[in-house]
């Protein structure tokens, strides 16, 4: 990420500051702006990678202004950051268009990490964004992007629509909470209707397809209150491994906000 320009856009001048700062720290170039009039202004004649946006930008809203950019068919990679971090507020962000939503004050290591998963994504074709993906391993099992299948000793298990949507979401962002909000929106139309609850039902079938032990997941673990999270193998191989030089409980290992659905 060391050429990455970010435009940083945020009314408050300390947290805007301190935001540029930290992304400068880590290689990052950064254009910081107050108001979203302004990032307008700025898209046509210098183009960043990623768009750090407060969402309640006095004015011109960030919301409102995400949603102009995706409505000129601006596809830049946008993330919101909203002080009101509740379930409504963060759908509303992704129906106008962002492609990820943080709560206010964020985690400034995980605001960097999702911008490095959004920026990976980015990279690749728009309307195949998961195609051009290497198979995965989980476990025993190798899950091949292209085919849209489950591959275990030579046998192949297509997963549905919204399982493949789901999965490849995970496994793009191996190591990152990844929202129920922003899963539901890359498996789902809009115009479904469906609350997030139906991820954790896709959640639950991935579970028994790829888990050993479904009850006590290793590679999709649950974020309380927030989503899921892909560990990869080695990843949920260490962790094992550490749980069993401790001798301690099966399940002791997982954090309290990471659970089983």
């Given at each position: 990420m060391s050429t990455c320009h970010v435009h940083l856009v945020d009314a408050d001048r300390a947290s805007r500051d301190a935001l540029a700062r930290y992304f400068e720290t880590h290689g990052l170039t950064v254009t910081a702006m107050e108001s979203a009039a302004e990032l307008l202004r700025r898209?046509?004649?210098?183009?960043?990678?990623?768009?750090?946006?407060?969402?309640?930008?006095?004015?011109?809203?960030?919301?409102?202004?995400?949603?102009?950019?995706?409505?000129?068919?601006d596809r830049v990679p946008l993330i919101l950051l909203t002080e009101r971090n509740e379930e409504i507020d963060r759908v509303l962000a992704l129906e106008m268009g962002a492609d990820d939503v943080l709560g206010k004050p964020?985690?400034?290591?995980?605001?960097?990490a999702r911008m490095q998963a959004l920026l990976r994504r980015a990279n690749v074709a728009p309307g195949q964004p998961m195609l051009a993906m290497a198979p995965v391993d989980i476990g025993a099992l190798r899950f091949d992007i292209a085919s849209r299948s489950l591959l275990r000793d030579g046998r192949i298990h297509v997963l549905s629509t919204v399982e493949y949507a789901v999965l490849a979401e995970l496994v793009a962002n191996p190591g990152i909470a990844v929202s129920r909000e922003r899963l539901l929106a890359a498996s789902h139309g809009r115009s479904d209707g469906l609350l997030p609850r139906a991820i954790d039902v896709a959640v639950m079938r991935l579970r028994k397809r790829v888990e050993p032990e479904p009850a006590q997941p290793r590679f999709l673990q649950t974020i309380r209150g927030h989503g899921y999270m892909f560990v990869p193998a080695a990843a949920a191989g260490a962790a094992d491994a550490q749980r069993s030089r401790r001798s301690t409980p099966a399940?002791?290992?997982?954090?309290?906000?990471?659970?089983?659905?």
């Open positions: 898209m046509h004649r210098q183009r960043p990678d990623v768009v750090v946006m407060d969402a309640a930008l006095p004015g011109l809203s960030g919301l409102q202004a995400c949603r102009q950019l995706r409505g000129e068919g964020c985690a400034l290591r995980e605001l960097l399940g002791a290992f997982a954090s309290p906000s990471m659970n089983s659905v």
